[in-house]
């Protein structure tokens, strides 16, 4: 009988009682509000210390039609060709999708930081001033009086390497991103200088759109040089007129790509100099910091009410018998 009874009076104690939950926060009020008026002015704080960073952003499009070309010489000749052991494929890549590949890619990236010289601007910086237009280096690890990037405590430099860089540009600066609906491609840099990010948004289109110039250049004078020399190794009036088309087609192709500027992306809306900033959104970082500290208040209230609730039924669980029990 006594085990029931006892039963009985232990299930309520485990239910939530909503006006002691609203009790033990009414009087832990004051550490509540003392961790949210703390956060909410570190928050505020370290919002108002992180500097502006300004994005500008390009709007491209594909600049040429995709499949033409060789690939219908291929459909024509593909026959005759393959009699001379020559492969002409079937031409339908995806020019646009390899280039904006390669726009993403280490090496591209690697070059085009040397070409420009990025190295200081992307890793020495930590802010930019809008009035005199100066830099704010971090000193810590590079000193702009002398041009050199300093030790650490275990006298290693802080100069970064070719991975470093791409890493740091990829994660914090970069972004490349497509409208499936349109096949639009926006080219987006963020920097602390709004004018170095619009610098840095058009070379990259500038250089992609050369890279990928050369590219095919260099590969269409590989295949005329190849053609002519398998002219001359034949005298069959068929293969003869496949390797004429097909140097004709090359040539057409060397020519249109010398004389065609932006040769892969087409721009549509160019970079301009950011008047507002992108980040940090400052607003934000307060709401959420104060949030944070409103809530680990809360939650310190109620360690401390669980901590004194478990010291005060210390006593009665010591394995003392109560009369009843008896």
């Known amino acids: 009988m ?52 300004y994005q500008s952003s390009v709007l491209v499009a594909p600049a040429q039609e995709e499949g033409g070309g060789l690939s219908g010489l291929a459909s024509q000749f593909g026959g005759l060709a393959s009699l001379a052991g020559i492969n002409l494929g079937s031409g339908g890549s995806n020019q646009t999708v390899i280039a904006k590949e390669v726009l993403q890619s280490r ?30 280096y971090d000193r810590d690890k590079y000193n702009p009086d002398t041009g050199e990037w300093l030790l650490d405590s275990d006298g290693e430099t802080y100069k970064p390497t070719d991975w470093d860089m791409v890493e740091a540009f990829r994660e914090d600066h970069f972004n490349v991103s497509e409208a499936k609906d349109t096949g639009l491609v926006t080219v987006s840099v963020k920097h602390y200088s709004p004018v170095l990010a619009k610098q840095w948004a058009e070379k990259l289109i500038q250089d992609i759109n050369e890279h990928m110039r ?95 609730s478990g010291r005060d039924a210390g006593p009665e669980g010591n394995g003392t018998s109560s009369p009843d029990a008896e």
């Open 214 to 308: 050369m590219q095919d250049v260099e590969e269409a004078e590989a295949r005329i040089a190849y053609l002519e020399q398998k002219l001359d190794e034949t005298n069959i009036a068929g293969m003869q007129q496949v390797f004429y088309q097909l140097i004709e087609n090359e040539t057409r192709t060397v020519m249109l790509a010398n004389a065609q500027k932006e040769y892969v992306f087409k721009t549509v809306d160019p970079a301009v100099v950011a008047e507002e900033k992108a980040e940090p959104k400052r607003a934000l970082i307060s709401v959420a910091v104060t949030l944070l500290g409103g809530m680990l208040g809360v939650f310190i209230v109620f360690i401390r009410a669980f901590i004194g």
């Open 107 to 136: 090496a591209f990236l690697t070059n085009f930081f040397h070409r420009h010289g990025m190295e200081i601007p992307l890793m020495a910086v930590e802010g930019w001033n809008q009035k005199s237009g100066e830099w704010a």
């Open 2 to 53: 006594n085990e029931t009874v006892s039963q009985q009076t232990y299930y309520p104690d485990d239910e939530i009682d909503l006006r002691e939950l609203f009790a033990t926060l009414w009087r832990g009020k004051w550490i509540i509000v003392l961790t949210t008026l703390v956060f909410a002015a570190a928050g505020v704080g370290y919002a108002l210390y992180k500097p502006n960073i």
